[in-house]
């Protein structure tokens, strides 16, 4: 299998975002800072002579101040630096335009023959390849060997019509001894169109609109 090339986010690109991120957050600090220092002035002022706050009730006040400050400024710098991740994943990620992922998803047939991969589990002495449409009905059960090597489906009928064009699921049954010992989802090759961010997670595009998250794809190949 061809190793895929991954691009790489450029230095100066990530130096910058931290520069923006730690500025915006230093502001932030700042201006927040000097309120509480006007406010503890005002407090000072404003205090009964005869029973003056004690000092080191001020110096509590501001070590709290200190000590949840940090904690926003560190917040703030976490989440930039988790859209960073992101931003060069998304990156890496580009290379896989254009080839096809595997993962356990439903196909698109526009026709196409699609290529199965089963999970024939262990110990089974036969399978079969279930086919579903798109509603959840099951219109094939082919045989298969069971050493889970890519079986090609062409998408006909038992007469050897097309079936229409949409979307197909497929799972692999094992069957040991007669009996159905496991019905596992089975994975199909599809062409990436699109890599994008979404809910925070690195997603493809499959073609025919579906999408899987990156973590989920277990192969990339060539096109074939």
């Known amino acids: 299998m061809t190793t895929v090339t991954q ?12 520069a923006t991120a730690m500025a915006g957050a230093g502001s932030n600090i700042s201006a927040d800072f000097e309120t ?7 407090q000072m002022q404003n205090q009964d002579p005869l029973n003056p706050v004690d000092s080191s009730d001020y110096a509590t006040q501001l070590a709290t ?28 990620l580009a290379g896989w335009v254009g080839m096809d992922a595997r993962a356990a998803v439903p196909a698109f047939f526009d026709g196409a023959p ?10 089974a002495d036969a399978a079969q390849l279930v086919v579903r449409d798109g509603d959840g009905n099951e219109i094939q059960r082919l045989p298969i060997p ?8 062409a998408g006909v009928t038992t007469d050897g019509g097309p079936l229409p064009r949409g979307s197909y699921s497929f799972a692999t049954v094992s069957i040991a001894a007669g009996k159905v010992v496991a019905e596992e989802p089975s994975e199909i090759y599809a062409r990436v169109t699109e890599v994008q961010v979404a809910g925070g997670v690195n997603t493809l595009v499959l073609a ?10 277990t192969a990339v190949r060539e096109p074939s």
Request: net charge positive.
């Open 208 to 217: 025919g609109g579906r999408s899987v998250p990156a973590s989920q794809v």
């Open 36 to 42: 509480f220092l006007k406010m503890l002035t005002v």
């Open 114 to 123: 699609v290529t199965v991969v089963p999970n024939v589990q262990r110990g």
């Open 65 to 92: 101040f200190s000590g949840v400050e940090q904690q926003v400024q560190t917040n703030d710098l976490l989440r930039a630096l988790t859209g960073q991740m992101n931003t060069g994943g998304l990156a890496q």
């Open 146 to 153: 069971t050493d889970n090597t890519p079986v090609t489906w």
């Open 7 to 18: 691009v790489q986010t450029p230095p100066a690109m990530v130096t910058a975002a931290n």
